[in-house]
């Protein structure tokens, strides 16, 4: 864990792809399309699903002109998320956490993981039904393993950003041809979808459903996640460079955000021509529309087809999910912690109330569920568009990059247009609520002071940088006031431990070692017995192995005494992230010096992470070197 610590949004990808060696347009352009790829199975996740067959089953192709209308949204504000990220260098919760007092971005963050916590649900839910509907695996069970994806995440990172990319298009590849064969087999009315594009509000009830897909496709997680996607692309930082870069990573969004158009329409569409034209108009639950996808349109394969795309879209977003978690942790509380208890932590918080209300009210509350999680989604949107145009208008920060009048305007209609619909859809809930519910006194001294302070953050978000500008320094400080160095003239190690497994990256690391200490220093030899035997005897053991690493040892401390150092040796047993650090912090050792082996993602779940546990547990500088 890290606290304070300085570091780059998503630091292990930041910068990691070279476009600067590009030549020619079109290999640029290619080697900035991907972010918005990642950020687009948001649009296209379980969540959607739910609310786009509702939408479809219940109003026909009414509601067509909703999904449009959030496409543009999400590509108006995928794009300022994006200039935020390429020109200050920043996500949006840093930008948040530069900009507003401590107590705000506590707030914005807890409302930032509520909003990853609901996306994470409708992931789980959508993974679960899944596996229900291609292997009849309960759906209580499908839930619980969903928590196992929890490490796909570290594989594919570990690859690089690009790798991660690929398989990410390999799974919306997978979606789109399956919506493509799905709009084969239903053969909708064209000119009934043409209509469809005429904006309408038929019912309060097409209202909810109009918020959710707000809400399922304009994602608040996913304004974080982009603005710190792009910087994973090392540019030119010229006036020049940053135009293009801004102008390639609008490309990319409008593809990708037009892909998930297609894919949210065709889902909508098939709900219409094959529920809604049928008079089945009650068909929320993913598995009701799965069951009567054959009967209905008369071929097996669709069903089958549909849950496979299902699986696709659920297994895609927990990747971007997990990332995003990381960005808003990171951001916000300038806390880092690992990445594998970061995607535990999320997926626990989706799987609780999932399992609890599957529990409770059975397999078909998860239609409702799904669709409640989306207007969560879309209730929290406010409180990360209102910043992030600040931020994108702020000539002092953002200089010839802040956004022109035109697109201000825009930006200030949407945000408008989507706090509108959330202020009354809550106000209209609460009202229901306080009518309905026997004794109401519980509802105000919960969910209206908790409305009521939500709204009140809203307001002092969007007024403040209006009323009071912050002087903010040119050079960005994202970690508190800096403390005054302390700075010797010369820095000299007495008695250095290094630490040794007869590899080849022993001679790298004890070549570092004595380019710290030279021929004064002491140096301290460790290797440590990990036989099963000497887990459990200690130094007691005597197999082949110990015997071996003693001889070794030895042959390492003979020729360097031939070359003038002083050696001792250390031989431990058992747990090296226990026997290390006890050897070091008794030596009077005053650094320590270790190779690191590149272990990835399952090398590190299956042979430990012994550099992490070490170095938080002695007491001197730890000096890491590697191949």
């Given at each position: 864990?890290?606290?304070?610590?300085?570091?780059k949004?998503?630091?292990?990808?930041?910068?990691?792809?070279?476009?600067?060696?590009?030549?020619?347009s079109?290999k640029?352009l290619f080697?900035?399309?991907?972010?918005?790829y990642l950020?687009?199975?948001?649009?296209?996740?379980?969540?959607?699903?739910?609310?786009?067959?509702?939408?479809?089953?219940?109003?026909g192709?009414?509601?067509?002109?909703v999904?449009?209308?959030?496409?543009l949204?999400?590509?108006?504000?995928?794009s300022?998320?994006?200039?935020?990220?390429?020109v200050?260098g920043?996500?949006?919760?840093?930008?948040?956490?530069?900009?507003?007092?401590?107590a705000?971005?506590i707030?914005?963050?807890?409302?930032?993981?509520?909003?990853?916590?609901?996306?994470?649900?409708?992931?789980?839910?959508g993974?679960?039904?899944?596996?229900q509907?291609?292997?009849?695996i309960?759906?209580?069970?499908?839930?619980?393993?969903s928590?196992l994806?929890t490490?796909?995440?570290?594989?594919?990172?570990?690859y690089?950003?690009?790798k991660?990319?690929?398989?990410?298009?390999?799974?919306?590849g997978?979606i789109?041809l399956?919506f493509?064969?799905?709009?084969i087999?239903?053969?909708?009315?064209?000119?009934q979808?043409?209509?469809?594009?005429i904006?309408?509000?038929?019912?309060?009830?097409?209202?909810?459903?109009t918020l959710?897909?707000i809400?399922?496709t304009?994602m608040p997680?996913?304004?974080?996640?982009?603005?710190?996607?792009v910087?994973?692309?090392k540019?030119e930082?010229?006036?020049?460079?940053l135009?293009?870069?801004i102008?390639?990573?609008f490309i990319?969004?409008?593809?990708?955000l037009?892909f998930?158009?297609?894919?949210?329409?065709?889902?909508?569409?098939?709900a219409?021509?094959?529920f809604?034209?049928?008079?089945?108009?009650?068909?929320?639950?993913?598995?009701?529309?799965?069951?009567?996808?054959q009967?209905?349109?008369?071929?097996?394969?669709a069903?089958?087809i549909?849950?496979i795309?299902?699986?696709?879209?659920?297994?895609?977003?927990t990747?971007?999910?997990?990332?995003a978690?990381?960005?808003?942790?990171?951001?916000?509380?300038?806390?880092?912690?690992q990445?594998?208890?970061?995607?535990?932590f999320?997926?626990?918080?989706?799987?609780?109330?999932?399992?609890?209300?599957i529990?409770?009210?059975?397999?078909?509350?998860?239609g409702q569920?799904?669709?409640?999680?989306?207007?969560?989604?879309?209730?929290?949107?406010?409180?990360a568009?209102?910043?992030?145009?600040h931020?994108?208008?702020?000539?002092?920060?953002?200089?010839?990059?802040?956004?022109?009048?035109?697109?201000k305007?825009?930006?200030?209609i949407v945000?408008?247009?989507?706090i509108?619909l959330n202020?009354?859809?809550?106000?209209?809930?609460?009202?229901?609520?306080?009518?309905?519910?026997?004794?109401?006194?519980?509802?105000?001294?919960?969910?209206?002071p908790i409305?009521?302070?939500?709204g009140?953050?809203l307001?002092?978000?969007?007024?403040?940088?209006?009323?009071?500008?912050?002087k903010?320094?040119?050079?960005?400080?994202?970690h508190?006031?800096?403390?005054?160095?302390?700075?010797?003239?010369?820095q000299?190690?007495?008695?250095i431990?290094?630490t040794?497994?007869?590899?080849?990256?022993?001679?790298?690391?004890?070549n570092?070692?004595?380019?710290?200490?030279?021929?004064?220093?002491e140096?301290?030899?460790?290797?440590i017995?990990?036989?099963a035997?000497?887990?459990?005897?200690?130094?007691?053991?005597?197999d082949?192995?110990?015997?071996?690493?003693?001889l070794?040892?030895?042959k390492?401390a003979?020729?360097?005494?031939?070359?003038?150092?002083?050696?001792?040796?250390?031989?431990?047993?058992?747990?090296?992230?226990k026997?290390?650090?006890?050897?070091?912090?008794?030596?009077?050792?005053?650094?320590l010096?270790?190779?690191a082996?590149?272990?990835?993602?399952i090398?590190?779940?299956?042979?430990?992470?012994?550099l992490?546990?070490?170095?938080h547990?002695?007491?001197?500088?730890?000096?890491?070197?590697?191949?």
């Amino acid at each position: 864990m890290k606290v304070g610590s300085t570091s780059k949004s998503l630091e292990e990808v930041n910068a990691s792809v070279d476009t600067t060696t590009k030549i020619g347009s079109w290999k640029k352009l290619f080697s900035f399309l991907g972010p918005a790829y990642l950020v687009s199975v948001g649009y296209m996740d379980p969540g959607n699903w739910a609310t786009d067959i509702a939408g479809g089953s219940q109003f026909g192709y009414t509601l067509i002109w909703v999904l449009l209308m959030s496409n543009l949204m999400a590509l108006l504000l995928q794009s300022l998320s994006a200039r935020l990220g390429v020109v200050r260098g920043l996500d949006l919760a840093q930008a948040s956490r530069e900009n507003y007092p401590k107590a705000i971005n506590i707030f914005l963050y807890i409302l930032a993981e509520i909003a990853i916590a609901a996306c994470d649900l409708a992931e789980v839910l959508g993974m679960a039904i899944g596996l229900q509907l291609l292997f009849k695996i309960p759906l209580l069970v499908g839930v619980t393993i969903s928590v196992l994806d929890t490490f796909l995440l570290l594989f594919l990172i570990n690859y690089g950003i690009r790798k991660m990319e690929a398989f990410i298009i390999a799974l919306v590849g997978i979606i789109g041809l399956s919506f493509f064969a799905e709009m084969i087999f239903v053969a909708p009315n064209v000119s009934q979808i043409a209509k469809g594009f005429i904006p309408s509000i038929p019912s309060d009830a097409a209202l909810y459903i109009t918020l959710g897909i707000i809400g399922a496709t304009v994602m608040p997680h996913n304004l974080y996640l982009h603005s710190s996607l792009v910087q994973t692309r090392k540019f030119e930082k010229t006036k020049y460079g940053l135009k293009k870069a801004i102008s390639y990573n609008f490309i990319d969004s409008s593809i990708a955000l037009n892909f998930a158009f297609f894919v949210n329409s065709a889902i909508l569409i098939l709900a219409a021509a094959t529920f809604y034209n049928n008079g089945m108009f009650n068909i929320a639950q993913i598995q009701d529309a799965y069951r009567l996808l054959q009967p209905v349109i008369g071929n097996k394969w669709a069903p089958v087809i549909f849950a496979i795309a299902l699986i696709a879209a659920g297994q895609s977003s927990t990747i971007t999910g997990t990332l995003a978690g990381q960005v808003v942790m990171e951001g916000y509380l300038n806390l880092r912690i690992q990445p594998w208890i970061r995607r535990l932590f999320t997926r626990l918080i989706a799987i609780i109330p999932a399992f609890i209300t599957i529990y409770y009210l059975g397999e078909q509350s998860t239609g409702q569920l799904l669709i409640l999680s989306q207007v969560i989604l879309s209730i929290q949107l406010g409180f990360a568009i209102i910043p992030l145009i600040h931020f994108v208008s702020d000539k002092k920060t953002m200089g010839e990059n802040s956004i022109n009048t035109l697109t201000k305007i825009l930006s200030w209609i949407v945000a408008l247009i989507i706090i509108s619909l959330n202020v009354k859809l809550v106000f209209e809930t609460i009202h229901d609520w306080l009518t309905t519910t026997e004794n109401p006194i519980y509802i105000y001294f919960t969910v209206v002071p908790i409305a009521s302070i939500s709204g009140l953050l809203l307001l002092y978000i969007t007024f403040l940088p209006l009323i009071k500008k912050r002087k903010i320094s040119s050079e960005i400080n994202l970690h508190g006031e800096l403390k005054h160095l302390s700075i010797k003239s010369k820095q000299t190690y007495k008695k250095i431990a290094i630490t040794v497994d007869f590899s080849n990256v022993d001679s790298i690391a004890i070549n570092n070692a004595i380019a710290q200490g030279g021929m004064d220093a002491e140096y301290i030899l460790i290797h440590i017995v990990e036989t099963a035997g000497a887990l459990y005897m200690d130094k007691d053991v005597q197999d082949f192995e110990t015997k071996t690493d003693k001889l070794n040892l030895k042959k390492y401390a003979e020729e360097l005494k031939q070359k003038g150092h002083k050696i001792h040796l250390k031989l431990g047993y058992g747990n090296p992230k226990k026997s290390i650090p006890d050897i070091v912090n008794q030596s009077g050792a005053d650094l320590l010096v270790m190779g690191a082996h590149g272990h990835r993602a399952i090398k590190d779940i299956i042979f430990g992470t012994t550099l992490d546990a070490v170095r938080h547990s002695v007491n001197v500088p730890v000096l890491i070197v590697k191949k």
